[in-house]
């Protein structure tokens, strides 16, 4: 087995290479790299096509300019079609040594693919998953029609479903407001509160409630954005909701105390 990181990504709704990017001191890169080596001592990492940069580990640059996804696991196929190969994302900063173990020990290699369930939606995660060889001619066939999409691919696979030991464990890095969440709880730890929550028009059908009063461990308004958004399977990402605090609108970054009202508000209709 060997082992791909995926960093050729833009990173365009972060704003910088999230690979670099520090919580704790260690950059996410390092946390993933840290993971991987007690696993296989074969590890590269997926760059874009036209990366030249040194690097403190082998890479294997993506084939073509702009592949999507699957550029990664086409570039690590091509470079060795005979050994499986696991594929995970540089963004995810609650993965834990457990889950990746998962994916090595409870995987068959006569199965094309073994993978997560992500808890957001129950589709299988195609960026944080083990690849046998027979998924190889798979993937060649898929992008000579030109067909880019992973999670499609990943779904069209004979494959095993694995449940991640914490719904946050294949939670993104995405953007800024998640970073501030991560690495105020780093700084000061997690300490329990207690708010009420309101929702609003389509995340109150979504929720089937109009309000909670939660427990919770979340340090920002975005961090506890997404503990609801795993909880209730909520459609709507973060920039299409606007928070509200004790009947002020509030920013994603700001922290929350026990006995706010936090209320999270989707688009309404007329503006």
């Avoid at 995926?6 to 972060?14: A, C, D, I």
């Avoid at 702009?66 to 086409?74: A, E, F, V």
Wanted: charged share 25%; with cysteine; net charge negative.
């Amino acid at each position: 087995m060997k082992a791909l990181i995926l960093t050729g990504g833009k990173s365009s709704r972060m704003g910088q290479d999230k690979a670099s990017l520090k919580i704790g001191g260690v950059t996410q890169l390092d946390r993933i790299v840290s993971l991987i080596e007690p696993l296989t001592d074969q590890i590269f990492l997926s760059v874009a096509h036209d990366d030249k940069d040194q690097r403190s580990l082998p890479t294997l640059p993506d084939l073509e300019p702009s592949p999507g996804p699957l550029g990664g696991l086409q570039a690590a196929f091509s470079a060795d079609p005979k050994s499986s190969w696991l594929v995970i994302a540089c963004d995810l900063p609650m993965i834990q040594k457990d889950d990746l173990e998962s994916l090595v020990t409870q995987s068959d290699l006569s199965k094309d693919a073994t993978c997560f369930l992500n808890p957001l939606d129950d589709h299988p995660e195609p960026l944080c998953a083990h690849y046998s060889p027979s998924a190889a001619g798979k993937l060649t066939k898929v992008l000579e029609k030109n067909q880019r999409c992973a999670r499609r691919f990943m779904a069209s696979l004979d494959r095993i479903d694995l449940v991640p030991s914490d719904p946050r464990a294949l939670l993104n890095l995405n953007r800024p407001e998640h970073l501030v969440e991560l690495q105020h709880l780093h700084e000061h730890g997690a300490i329990e509160k207690e708010v009420k929550v309101e929702y609003f028009a389509r995340l109150s059908h979504e929720a089937g409630m109009d309000s909670d009063v939660l427990h919770t461990s979340v340090a920002t308004l975005a961090g506890l954005w997404e503990e609801l958004r795993l909880k209730h399977h909520f459609s709507l990402d973060l920039p299409h909701v606007k928070p509200a605090v004790d009947n002020e609108f509030a920013e994603w970054t700001d922290l929350i105390s026990s006995g706010q009202t936090i209320a999270f508000m989707p688009p309404f209709a007329g503006g």
